[in-house]
């Protein structure tokens, strides 16, 4: 049971960091508005929230004594995904932040990057927020303010990163994976040999179909030739 909900808290929290992400390049861009910014702060938030979820679920597991091995090696794997993800976050949050200072809402002189992107995010937002509706009730100055915020967020996100790995140490090369190294390599390489093998197999087959033409075209002049030579014997004799 617990494992189940550590991947639903750790599906969820992927969900959002990728939306976040979506979200953060489109800042400075021809979509950017004030509503993308509150759409931002939201889903930041939401993301953090799904990550305080997962620490602590995951901290109690893996501090469990009585947690069976494989089970262990399993919240394993999951905390190194969680730790990834969760890095993932801060650094979009840190280009969120560098964005947010470049392209300023409150600066209309400003120029924004011409993406070539038009419309709003907030399809995005609310799928990834379960929200059907999203109000902006921020002030005129949300950039400004949330700025501060954003700030403040990263540093949080950074304490958190370091505190987990106090209180829980698992070496990321010390996981193993599901699969075997170079699983998909090698599918993709046994799938390249077969189709080289198939082409030469069609190599083969039309040089061998090139040399029984030619086969039966000497045959044929050989039979000819041999034809006109009794027809002259006979003629002469």
Same mark, same amino acid.
């Not at 995904?81 to 979009?92: H, K, Q, R, Y």
């Not at 140490?169 to 390489?189: F, M, R, Y």
């Given at each position: 049971?617990?494992? =189940? ?55 109690? @597991?893996?501090?469990?004594?009585? @947690? ?82 954003? =700030? ?8 958190? *990163? ?35 093998? *198939?082409?030469?197999? =069609? ?18 002049? @050989? ?15």
């Amino acid at each position: 049971m617990m494992k =189940e909900e550590c991947k639903a808290l750790l599906d969820a929290l992927n969900k959002v960091t990728a939306c976040y992400r979506h979200m953060v390049l489109t800042i400075g861009g021809t979509s950017d508005s004030q509503n993308l910014r509150e759409e931002l702060k939201k889903t930041r938030q939401k993301a953090q929230e799904l990550a305080v979820a997962n620490r602590n679920k995951l901290t109690a @597991v893996l501090k469990d004594k009585t @947690v069976s091995k494989e089970d262990k090696a399993e919240f394993e794997r999951l905390w190194v995904i969680f730790s990834t993800c969760l890095e993932i976050l801060e650094i979009d949050m840190r280009r969120a932040l560098e964005l947010g200072h470049e392209f300023p809402l409150n600066v209309p002189k400003k120029h924004l990057i011409q993406t070539g992107m038009s419309g709003g995010t907030s399809g995005v937002a609310a799928r990834a927020m379960s929200v059907q509706n999203m109000k902006y009730e921020a002030e005129h100055n949300i950039d400004v303010v949330d700025l501060k915020d954003l =700030e403040n967020e990263i540093n949080q996100v950074g304490e958190m *990163m370091y505190e987990m790995e106090m209180k829980v140490n698992v070496p990321q090369w010390t996981v193993e994976a599901k699969q075997d190294p170079g699983a998909e390599l090698k599918s993709t390489i046994s799938v390249g040999a077969s189709s080289i093998g *198939m082409i030469s197999v =069609e190599e083969n087959k039309s040089f061998c179909d090139i040399s029984k033409v030619l086969a039966g075209i000497i045959f044929s002049a @050989v039979l000819i030739i041999a034809i006109v030579l009794a027809v002259c014997v006979v003629k002469l004799s």
